[in-house]
């Protein structure tokens, strides 16, 4: 009997995966309505009403889009080396990609979440999760830079992150897969995975003033995979929420042997309690390594520094940390309401959108209304959790944000729609087709308490016929829909970089009057800056040969090097004297094997080059800068590897002939 029905259960969610593949809504043609170009339409010269930071997915990267226009407004390389702005190729910025791992030149960031104060988004840094090799990225909205990572020991597959909570006191990181912990031998056999996998969630602390980074703790949960994860607010501070699914514990063949159960869970956690046993001294210390990277705007360089330990509670022994609320099936999102009173889970399986109330968890939890324990940590009753139940919503829904009137907006993957919902009745409301297969949404401040909810942006999967064809891949497309009125209106297609996972959006005014113009020079405490052309220099100390230099429009300085032999490792330490906005100043040498440079205002940077044979090796500016950009160039002579050509550097001038012959 046991067994018919479990064959009869993995025949129901096969068929259910099958169709797991999207559909394409009905009336896809004309679903804009004349009015909709004048919503989207931002003047020439005019700016737009809000940033809209998107995760760039498997590009590493985070993109700043203007809204209503979907102007491109900027790529943020965070965890991907980008050549365009020398990110991971200067000497100066390579030290944020380090891990314990080493050098790691790519990732995959999914979700970016914006720095709150009282639960409303103040626009100070945003933070965006790296997948592949744990890691979380701030990135300061002042220059629009990453500013600091820090890795994530004991986890793998940093997916429910960077969510934090209303005073950004921590951002989360949970788990995608379950590992055994670092410090366990993991050379075990794949399928002892009940035995020796454990779900760490870690909870980073942020500091008030400057945002700086700091693994305050991790608690060992039960091996799981951990999906996303939102704060509570408001009534709620003090709890965090993830999802969670293969509680099957599948290693093997996941889309079926993970979608056998009917209800995975929502794991609530008391991180106010988890805190408190912290400071009683009830977390262990364990030895790991994980890199800390930061990026000074003074030394305009960043350093490393691999630490070696990190404090874990252990969910099963303390024992009212973690508890489970069942949710059905495979929960995806995770996302809590503007009033934190309702936690809604999106069961990737499930044909319906159960909403918790967070008074009912809590009195379940006084009146220990559980159903047993899974491995140890109480499983509440469903019903004793459970507000209520929006009855056939869609097909796949996935996430949830929230207008602040009353209202959710649910993405569903499968039936390729976002759904308007009532939280208080339950009702849905509006349905708009998506093209297609609608993965996050976003609505500006919409999982924070205080929504402004103009506008509705959806992230979709996959883009078909919606641009013109550029081969078997496509971009990925953003659909803009206007939500002040009763109905979802969609306004404007526009594509993105990468895969966009979760985006947030904010008014522009709160970011763009701090945005930084220029780097003050007096203040560049770069080792090698030169802070006018009087100071530059060419020093070599072996093989090494470091070249201060300057650039302003229109020339370097020296932009006649000779002297260098085959074999040199030489290090163009190029300073920026302009002291002015937008005026980057690029750098390129022949033969390069790395990216460019291109430096701020004020900044230095710095590009590691080998010497690798006799011959004249140009270099130049990259960034069109003034009307003599093209002017903007210099020659570097290189000499064989034992060639006593003397070392001279120059600009606008040339030594006698007899001082640069090799001498006899
Ligand atoms: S994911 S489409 Cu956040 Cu990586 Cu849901
Ligand atoms: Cu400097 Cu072009």
Redesign the pocket.
Known sequence: MKSIRIIAAAAFSFSLLMSFNSCKPKNAGNAVNADAASKAYVAPGKYDEFYNFVSGGFSGQLATYGLPSGRLLRVIPVFSVDPEKGWGYSEETKPMLNTSHGFVPWDDLHHTELSQTNGEIDGRWVFGNANNTPRVARIDLKTFRTAEIIELPNSAGNHSSPFITENTEYVVAGTRFSVPPDDKNGDVPINTYKQNFKGTISFISVAKEDGKMDIAFQIQCPGVNFDLSHAGKGKSHGWFFFSCYNTEQANTLLEVNASQKDKDFIMAVNWKKAEEYLKAGKGRKQAVKYAHNTYSDKTHSATSEIKTEVTVLDAKELKDICYFIPCPKSPHGCDVDPTGEYIVGSGKLAALIPVFSFDKMIKAIADKAYAGDYDGIPVIKYEAALYGEVQKPGLGPLHTEFDGKGNAYTTFFVSSEVVKWNIKDLKVLDRAPTYYSVGHLCIPGGDSKKPNAKYLIAYNKITKDRYLPTGPELAQSAQLYDISGDKMQLILDFPTIGEPHYAQAVSADLIKGNSVKFFKIDENQNPYVSKGEGTTKVVRTGNRVDVNMT?I??HFSPDNIEGIKAGDEVYFHVTNLEQDWDVP??FAIKGANTGELLIMPGETQTLKWTAEKAGMFPFY?T????AL?QE?QGYIRVSPAGSNVPLLFSTGKNYPVADTAAKK
């Open positions: 650039c429009r229109s100043h690029g500016c960034d069109f800068c003034s950009h903007m």
